[in-house]
């Protein structure tokens, strides 16, 4: 047998697995970022501050559905006990969050999903869905995926 022919064989099967490989890390990273999706609503419908200060990047900021702008520290500190607390007070109380419709996008260290976040909650004994549209910026630091930044749109109650 010829080297030759062998060391082709070799460089296109080697070349041909490339792109495979590529697919399927980029199918790998799209699960992490979904994941981490899920994680910062999970951790929101908890009231997780450990969880949120683990999710969110240094220097995070958020649009709100109201619009405004609040930094890590102020969003971390809208899940406090307190918080919380005021909310069952006032009839409301969150029972789930769900990432639906993802678009991913993944730009090295950098990568935007932007999802429809369908919350339950039962309000004044009555369950009811309430959809928001949200662009989630996330940046990889250390090896981990962080929400960086993120904008939260709510979406007009369907009329039925």
């Known amino acids: 047998m010829k080297p030759m022919p062998i060391l082709l064989s070799v460089c296109l099967l080697a070349c041909g697995s490339a792109p495979l490989r590529a697919t399927d890390d980029r199918a ?7 994941a981490a999706t899920q994680a910062v609503l999970d951790a929101q419908v908890q009231f997780d501050q450990k969880a ?3 999710l969110l990047a240094p220097g995070y900021l958020e649009i709100s559905p109201l619009g405004d702008l609040d930094d890590r520290v102020e969003v971390i500190g809208f899940y406090a006990p307190e918080a919380k607390a005021k909310m069952l007070a ?3 109380r969150p029972l789930s969050a769900k990432v639906d419709d993802a678009r991913v996008r993944v730009f090295d260290d950098h990568a935007i999903v932007i999802a429809l976040d369908t919350a339950t909650l039962e309000v004044n004994d009555v369950t009811q869905q309430r959809s928001l549209r949200t662009l989630f910026h996330f940046r ?3 090896g981990r995926w962080l929400l960086q930044t993120s904008q939260v749109t709510p979406l007009k109650p369907q009329s039925h």
Do not use: F, P, S, V
Not at 28 to 34: G, N, R, V, Y
């Open 140 to 142: 990889r630091i250390d």
């Open 52 to 54: 949120l200060e683990a």
């Open 28 to 34: 790998a990273t799209e699960t992490q970022l979904l």
């Open 90 to 92: 006032g009839g409301m």
